[in-house]
Every structure is written in C-alpha cells, then in structure tokens.
C-alpha cells in the first residue's frame, strides 16, 4: 500500500551536493509522470522537476534549472533527483509523487498528483 518511498535527504553545506531517490511501486511504476515538489515552513508545496518513465521528456522549475537533474532507473522503479550547487533557500522537505492521468510534463499543478510519498528533509547550510 506504500505507493512511493523517498530517500536521501540529509544536511549539506551551502555549495553542496545530495541525490534523492524516489521507490515506486508497482502501481507507481504505470504512472504517466513522476515529479518532484518540495514545501518549506511557512511556504506552499511547489513544484521543482518531472520525468515520464519513457522517453527523454523533462521539465525543471526555474529556481532549479541548471542545478538539480531528474532522472530514472526503470530497472529499480526508481527516480532520482541530482541536486548540486545548493542554497539555504533549497532548505525543504522534498516529496515524489505521482500522476495517474495523461497530461503534459510540464503541468505542475499538485491537484494532478494521486500519490504521495512521506517526505525526506533536505537541509542547507550557509
């Protein structure tokens, strides 16, 4: 029932480097779209990359581009987030999830997400 488990999380210095990965599960795995969101306090969750599980389609929000890269192994049912050159302002909890109905990768409405993992904090110091 666990549908997306996220990992990787941790504290890292200003300038800094992390991956986060992201477990799917079988049901997961037929997902159109994986993405990746974070929220920090006081914040609303917003939007931060997206990958399908086949073809070369990404999208990437504009704080991130450059920075962080999505990307997939399909033999693990596993998407990672390639985060370098942080900033205190990454400070968040970092979150999967996945879309269930057809849509344009670069659709970064939450509402379109079905599932949900239970987080990993990602914490930058400066």
């Known amino acids: 029932q666990v549908q997306l488990v996220e990992s990787g999380g941790g504290l890292v210095q200003a300038g800094g480097s992390l991956r986060l990965s992201c477990a799917a599960s079988?049901?997961?795995?037929?997902?159109?779209?994986i993405g990746w969101f974070r929220q920090a306090p006081g914040r609303e969750r917003e939007f931060v990359a997206a990958i399908r599980w086949s073809g070369d389609s990404t999208s990437y929000a504009d704080s991130v581009k450059g920075r962080f890269t999505i990307s997939r192994d399909n033999a693990k049912k596993t998407v990672y987030l390639q985060m370098n050159s942080l900033r205190p302002e990454d400070t968040a909890v970092y979150y999967c999830?996945?879309?269930?109905?057809?849509?344009?990768?670069?659709?970064?409405?939450?509402?379109?997400?079905?599932?949900w993992g239970q987080g990993t904090q990602v914490t930058v110091s400066s």
């Open positions: 999830a996945a879309r269930m109905t057809p849509g344009i990768i670069y659709e970064q409405d939450t509402n379109k997400y079905a599932y």
């Open positions: 079988e049901r997961t795995f037929r997902s159109y779209i």
